[in-house]
């Protein structure tokens, strides 16, 4: 496991993620080698979540190529090597990207 992606880890909980999930990838995608999903019960989480990231970006804790916010429900960061997916909770299950991420490369 990359350790920005412990940190991104730690830092989804303490911001009230919930259900953290991580998947290696193996080499199976030619730009992420990790994936995080979770989730939060209110979309104002979300908020929280990218404020936090972009104060680790600004002192240097992590480098961010994208933000992508979708609809209220789903934020997407894009860390390089390391991709995160946060969602209001019932964006996750409708959405289900854990059981895509599960089979990748299979």
């Known amino acids: ?3 920005k992606t ?3 880890g730690n830092l989804l909980d303490d911001k009230l993620a919930e259900d953290i999930e991580v998947f290696e990838l193996d080499g199976k995608h030619p730009e992420f ?18 404020n936090e990231i972009k104060k680790y970006e600004k002192e240097g804790k992590i480098e961010v190529k994208s ?7 789903w934020i997407l ?3 390089y090597d390391l991709l995160i997916h946060v ?3 019932e ?3 409708f959405y289900d990207l854990d059981s ?4 990748y490369g299979k």
């Open 1 to 3: 496991m990359l350790e």
């Open 6 to 8: 412990r940190m991104m």
């Open 33 to 50: 080698d990790e994936v995080i999903v979770a989730s939060v019960q209110v979309s104002r989480n979300l908020e929280g979540i990218i």
């Open 67 to 73: 933000y992508d916010i979708k609809n209220k429900e």
């Open 77 to 79: 960061i894009d860390c």
């Open 87 to 89: 969602f209001v909770k």
């Open 91 to 93: 964006a996750r299950a």
């Open 100 to 103: 895509l991420l599960r089979n």
